[in-house]
């Protein structure tokens, strides 16, 4: 391993089999909890979601999860077992989209500012730009190119462990973003190299900013 440590394959977990034996049996309620369509509760949950984050993968196998934003309740409920993600403007990687292509499973994750639980949704994804459908997700007049469609095949919520690990929510334990360098700086250090002046890379960043605004829709 890069760090120095080595991996000692003798306490490496083989299959499910050993896995199991490490933990307790799976609560009988964490299982009866799973839904295959979306009842009142879900329903709200995903009316006070601004953000969710969607995992896929790619045809050799790779994995991939990116962040989809927007006012709450951008996704929209078309019935009980399907839902209606926007697709809004990005970098043009087009990871999600290509990976849905080849291989439409997808798992969600959708989370509300100061919920500590969280709301986990599985099942198939398609791409549409059905033109009723895009209208349905216009925002400042702006309407995306296409959509994901999620049919449902799994849904419950999360218990809220992770969320008061981090104390993700908490004031005292925000960040201050000066601290570290910033993403163009991030990016052209990986690239073609950040500038040493500190003022063209102040303009730089101020560069980034008016561009989000202009392309966020």
């Known amino acids: 391993m890069e760090n120095g440590t080595a991996l000692r394959t003798e306490y490496l977990v083989r299959d499910e089999e050993e896995l199991r034996t490490l933990f307790p049996p799976t609560r009988l309620i964490a299982v009866a909890k799973c839904r295959d369509r979306l009842d009142k509760h879900a329903r709200e949950f995903l009316a006070r979601s601004p ?4 995992g896929t993968q790619s045809p ?14 951008f996704v929209k409920v078309l019935d009980d077992r399907t839902l209606l993600i926007p697709d809004r403007p990005g970098n043009n990687r087009l990871d999600t989209q290509t990976n849905i292509l080849a291989n439409p499973a ?19 994804a398609s791409i549409t730009r059905d033109p009723e459908l895009l209208a349905m997700l216009t ?3 702006r309407t995306p190119t296409i959509a994901i469609v999620v049919a449902v ?9 992770a969320f008061r690990r981090s104390r993700l929510w908490d004031p005292d334990e925000r960040q201050d973003r000066s601290e570290m360098a910033s993403l163009s700086r991030i990016v052209l250090d990986q690239t073609s190299g950040a500038p040493d002046d500190p003022e063209v890379m102040k303009q730089i960043d101020d560069d980034l900013e008016v561009e989000y605004q202009k392309t966020m829709y």
């Open 51 to 54: 953000f969710l984050c969607i």
């Open 153 to 161: 095949e799994e849904v419950f919520v999360h218990c809220a462990k």
């Open 106 to 124: 997808v798992g969600l994750l959708f989370i509300i500012p100061g919920f500590d639980d969280t709301m986990r949704v599985n099942g198939k």
């Open 139 to 141: 925002v400042k007049d």
């Open 60 to 73: 050799d196998g790779g994995a991939d999860v990116s962040p989809r934003g927007d006012p709450r309740g």
